[in-house]
């Protein structure tokens, strides 16, 4: 909730009689818990449980990279309570949809699966932190728990996807084929050709908000 875009985001809302709310997934940012103890079935019920709290009419949900799919994971939960009135409209950047098994596990080379199934965890080193991320085989099963390329994706409201060409860590192809599952539901993606995964220039952070803006 502290990063380039959700301050950026905060800023413009309050300029413009907007209201947000900004969280961080428990061991994540200023969030309490490890990270290592996290999983998306936490995770999402982590989200459910804000955006139900917060609800007050339809609502724009707004995601990075992990954030972008648990939105999607939210939609699908909202759907099975009969609640996706109480979506106005999904914002995705980067949306690092299946991440656990398509971006994770299928890209991991031998020791490093060894090493998860074996021991539990690796340590997967990351350019957004001075620590690796220790990836955990309890993260890596319960992800295939929610799964959502199998199959057709809704997310009952205009949606929106935000994407850079030049991103290692979810590369637009693997957007692309996100695009390409979303039925029944309007869905623009906006590819970004100089733009990497974090899409914080000030350049893009006006394509956010733009994005954002369009959606009244």
């Not at 339809?58 to 939210?74: E, H, N, R, T």
Request: glycine share 8%; net charge negative.
């Amino acid at each position: 909730m502290a990063s380039t875009k959700a301050t950026a985001l905060d800023a413009w809302c309050a300029a413009n009689g907007r209201a947000l709310l900004r969280f961080d997934y428990s061991g994540h940012g200023a969030s309490t818990g490890r990270f290592e103890e996290g999983t998306l079935t936490r995770w999402l019920e982590e989200s459910l449980a804000v955006f139900r709290a917060a609800t007050a009419g339809p609502q724009i949900l707004v995601g990075s990279s992990m954030g972008g799919y648990l939105a999607l994971l939210v939609a699908r939960e909202l759907a099975l309570t009969n609640a996706t009135a109480s979506l106005a409209g999904m914002i995705l950047i980067a949306p690092a949809v299946d991440f656990t098994e398509a971006l994770m596990w299928d890209r991991a080379s031998s020791p490093a699966r060894e090493a998860i199934m074996r021991d539990g965890q690796w340590l997967r080193p990351t350019p957004y932190a001075s620590e690796p991320y220790p990836i955990t085989r309890a993260l890596i099963e319960d992800g295939r728990r929610h799964l959502l390329l199998g199959g057709a994706i809704r997310t009952y409201a205009p949606t929106r996807i935000l994407q850079g060409m030049l991103d290692e860590d979810v590369p637009y192809g693997h957007v692309q084929k996100l695009v390409e599952h979303i039925v029944a539901d309007p869905v623009t993606l906006t590819l970004v050709k100089d733009g990497d995964h974090r899409l914080s220039r000030p350049q893009d952070l006006a394509i956010l908000i733009g994005a954002i803006d369009a959606m009244d």
